[in-house]
């Protein structure tokens, strides 16, 4: 036993590196399930527009737009200060796909994940408690939260930023090295410049260094490299926006509603709560969503009932950091609460929580990791066995409870958005294929796909996006046709398991109802549909009639198929009813 640990002291750096990586690898298969979420938010407009740029530009030419943009925050062009809230043109390497966009997520949940750890390790000096406090900050990472998979991932970044500004100033406390204080000072600048929580942050920073030196005027020394970057962020927030500060988030004290809105937004910190509230359906729960969150079950019970009490941590220590914990846990809530706009009854509810919750989880997973550690203790002070198999009972409890969780969650937000995720890469398939390649820059799509709210631009960037070319469309009924309209109007529709297949057609109308369409071009799957179906359609005659029609696809002309097998079949016919269309095999 004690050549074990031997060996465990003289190599415990590399065995703690193992262990971080271990848990991580684990967390990106829990956490991948976010591939299934479709894009959500401001990134059904955002995302198009910045890979839309992205993708027709050099990358040279790119990054100059976006530092033209970042420099426009710095002078006063916009009403909010946030030269560091949008993804770099670094970033937007990843954003290609879902797939990628999603693990660029993961990766810096993590990572600002790990900081926090580091911090917690500096503090407490137990670095049992910072990988603990790490698996589970991953592994209670609140999925269902849009700030999970959309808005690319903000309020991580901004965690990431301040945490990094609280390492500089705990190093600049141990060396009193120069370097380390302006690194501290950038930090917090860019923290604030990235999402407003930063800010909360300092104030956080602020309270760390109170409670460490019991005296005001040291901790406000021993923090003022943070607070100086802090405030040169808050003097260009309040330029940007006249003085105001508000930009839309008018200040209101109203302590009903901010003790409402806190507790609520905390709440959404939770991970299984908002789909519980919601009555979510889990659906099929598989193998996968009870096997991930279960080996991050045991490695979060074995490390705080097992490797943390090994250091005989004075309980003061956890109880300090459950402290911590609570105030980045609130923190970012508080300051929610504060706003009028988050106040309203239908902003911040028991069901839906806004963006930060998915910064401030890592918060509850270290007040919950505190509260392990503290039993734990307790248990290691029985007698030798009776605590081992105390502290097992715990370890296990907390393995079934975190793989309940995640079992729970997972599956509940794969279930939800199955259909819409389907939908949406059905509507960039026909896009891809070429569905809309008849059309110009100077026509209007008339699309009964709601991409974002009927958002006009939303609409014509998610086009604009995967046809590789600029695109004007609307959802139909959303908005009147321009007046200064220069070319035609398409009718653009698709449906699913339509005639028992997916279908999607183009079609030139003859005016701007889009009832009445010329030269139908119709999206086939042909890995599905046989060469042989028909396309059935109805015409209106000039006497007012209908008549239905038929043709053979392959008596169509056909573009050649794409790596999927998909094509694209023209018919040649004209006064074609629109929403009259069916593939059929029969």
């Known amino acids: 036993m004690n050549s074990i640990s031997q060996v465990c002291r003289r190599h415990r750096r590399l065995l703690l590196a193992a262990g971080y990586l271990l848990v991580l690898a684990f967390a990106v298969m829990y ?49 909010r200060f946030f030269p560091f809230h949008y993804p770099s043109a670094i970033s937007l390497l990843f954003f290609g796909s879902l797939t990628s966009y999603r693990l660029y997520i993961i990766g810096v949940t993590a990572a600002a994940a790990f900081l926090t750890g580091r911090v917690i390790a500096r503090l407490s ?80 920073v602020a309270g760390v260094f109170l409670v460490l030196s019991r005296s005001v005027k040291k901790a406000l020394l021993r923090c003022a490299p943070a607070l ?87 309980a003061r220590v956890p109880a300090a950091m459950a402290g911590l914990g609570l105030a980045l846990w609130a923190g970012p809530a508080l300051l929610l609460a504060c706003s009028e706009r988050y106040q309203q009854p239908e902003a911040i509810t028991w069901k839906w929580g806004y963006i930060p919750a998915a910064a401030s989880s890592v918060g509850f997973a270290l007040v919950l990791a505190c509260l392990i550690v503290l039993l734990a203790g307790c248990l290691a002070r029985l007698p030798r066995w009776p605590g081992v198999l105390l502290r097992l009972a715990l370890a296990a409890l907390v393995a079934v409870g975190i793989c309940a969780n995640g079992a729970y969650t997972r599956a509940c937000l794969r279930n939800h958005h199955a259909k819409n995720l389907d939908n949406y890469y059905f509507f960039v398939d026909t896009i891809e294929a070429g569905l809309a390649d008849t059309v110009t820059a100077d026509d209007l799509l008339l699309c009964n796909e709601n991409v974002w709210g009927g958002d006009t631009a939303a609409e014509s960037m998610f086009f604009s996006r995967f046809a590789g070319r600029e695109l004007h469309a609307q959802l139909v009924g959303a908005d009147v046709i321009p007046e200064d309209l220069k070319g035609s109007v398409y009718a653009y529709q698709t449906y699913r398991d339509y005639g028992g297949y997916d279908l999607a057609w183009c079609g030139r109308a003859q005016d701007e109802n889009a009832e009445l369409l010329d030269t ?61 269309v069916m593939i059929w095999d029969g």
Request: a negative charge; glycine letters at 8%.
């Open 228 to 314: 100086s970057g802090t405030a040169v962020a808050l003097a260009f927030h309040l330029a940007s926006s006249r003085g105001s500060g508000s930009t839309g988030n008018a200040l209101a004290v109203n302590l009903p509603e901010i003790a409402r809105v806190t507790v609520q937004q905390m709440a959404a910190s939770i991970p299984f709560f908002n789909p519980m509230m919601l009555g979510e359906d889990p659906g099929v729960i598989t193998n996968g969503d009870k096997l991930w969150p279960l080996l991050l079950g045991i490695v979060a019970g074995l490390v705080l009932c097992f490797v943390v009490p090994l250091r005989k941590v004075p």
């Open 520 to 580: 139908l071009q119709v999206y086939v799957q042909g890995a599905l549909v046989p060469d042989n179906a028909v396309i059935k359609y109805t015409v209106r005659l000039p006497d007012g009639s209908e008549e239905a029609r038929a043709i053979c696809l392959l008596d169509c002309d056909q573009t050649p198929r794409n790596a999927k097998g998909d094509y694209i079949a023209t018919v040649e016919d004209s006064s074609i009813l629109n929403a009259k």
């Open 31 to 79: 956490l991948r399930v976010t591939i299934s979420v479709p894009p959500e938010g401001d990134d059904k407009l955002t995302l198009n527009a910045w890979m839309y740029d992205f993708q027709r530009m050099p990358f040279w030419q790119y990054l100059l737009q976006d530092l033209r943009q970042r420099l426009g925050y710095f002078l006063l062009e916009e009403v």
């Open 125 to 204: 000096g137990s670095e049992g408690l910072a990988l603990g406090g790490f698996t589970l900050a991953l592994t209670l990472a609140p999925i269902f939260n849009e700030g999970m998979y959309s808005y690319y991932a903000v309020p991580q970044k901004a965690l990431f930023w301040a945490m990094a500004a609280w390492l500089c100033l705990l190093h600049l406390q141990d060396t009193g090295r120069r370097r380390w204080g302006v690194g501290a000072a950038v930090l917090a600048f860019i923290s604030c410049g990235t999402y407003e929580i930063g800010y909360m942050y300092t104030v956080i």
